[in-house]
T-cell receptor, first 116, second 110 residues
Framework: KAGVTQTPRYLIKTRGQQVTLSCSPISGHRSVSWYQQTPGQGLQFLFEYFSETQRNKGNFPGRFSGRQFSNSRSEMNVSTLELGDSALYLC???????????????FGPGTRLTVL | KQEVTQIPAALSVPEGENLVLNCSFTDSAIYNLQWFRQDPGKGLTSLLLIQSSQREQTSGRLNASLDKSSGRSTLYIAASQPGDSATYLCAVYHGNQFYFGTGTSLTVIP
């Protein structure tokens, strides 16, 4: 069974631009969560999508948005990029969502975003 | 707000040694706790998942325990190997999201 895939693996953007990251979950998984990982803040939850609906959202500004398609693939968009958005963006998939999330989360390799 | 702390931040041990990594969390109302390893520049690999009603889980040389009432979990690694060198993260599912610790960077010296 193929794992979680993320594209692209690396991105370099300049301040003010916008970026779209993609995540394909494990086949059959309906929940996709996104995280930002930085050396200073560690791993922080961005949002979770389940069956094309945003279920939960972390404490990030509205510049960070996402969506999920009917095949469970998810995209994350960051508009008006800032230097502080440089990070490793990870997505994770699982079978279920929320409080019923008794399942393991499976992570992708991440997208390394550098903002210049 | 849930806060997850991992001690120590870094650990270096000789090959073959048994070791314990610690994770503590401030709010005991968790659904589950998960231990991950992360290799440099890569994503996270799940090691063990403990449901809130469980006390421990074992997989090979790894054993994780959970004491929800005291807000603590430990990851025990037996007979460490150089391939165990990585950053180990614990995460708790609380409210509507996972909260991660900052990790313990483990180096196993051959």
């Amino acid at each position: 069974k193929a794992g979680v895939t993320q594209t692209p693996r690396y991105l370099i953007k300049t301040r003010g631009q916008q970026v779209t990251l993609s995540c394909s979950p494990i086949s059959g998984h309906r929940s996709v969560s996104w995280y930002q990982q930085t050396p200073g803040q560690g791993l922080q939850f961005l949002f979770e999508y389940f069956s094309e609906t945003q279920r939960n959202k972390g404490n990030f500004p509205g510049r960070f948005s996402g969506r999920q398609f009917s095949n469970s693939r998810s995209e994350m968009n960051v508009s008006t990029l800032e230097l502080g958005d440089s990070a490793l963006y990870l997505c994770a998939s699982s079978l279920m969502s929320g409080a019923r999330n008794t399942d393991t989360q499976y992570f992708g390799p991440g997208t390394r975003l550098t903002v210049l | 707000k849930q806060e997850v702390t991992q001690i120590p931040a870094a650990l270096s041990v000789p090959e073959g040694e048994n070791l314990v990594l610690n994770c503590s969390f401030t709010d005991s109302a968790i659904y589950n706790l998960q231990w991950f390893r992360q290799d440099p520049g890569k994503g996270l690999t799940s090691l063990l998942l403990i449901q809130s009603s469980q006390r421990e889980q074992t997989s090979g040389r790894l054993n994780a325990s959970l004491d929800k009432s005291s807000g603590r979990s430990t990851l025990y690694i037996a007979a460490s190997q150089p391939g165990d060198s990585a950053t180990y993260l614990c995460a708790v599912y609380h409210g509507n999201q996972f909260y991660f610790g900052t990790g313990t960077s483990l180096t196993v010296i051959p």
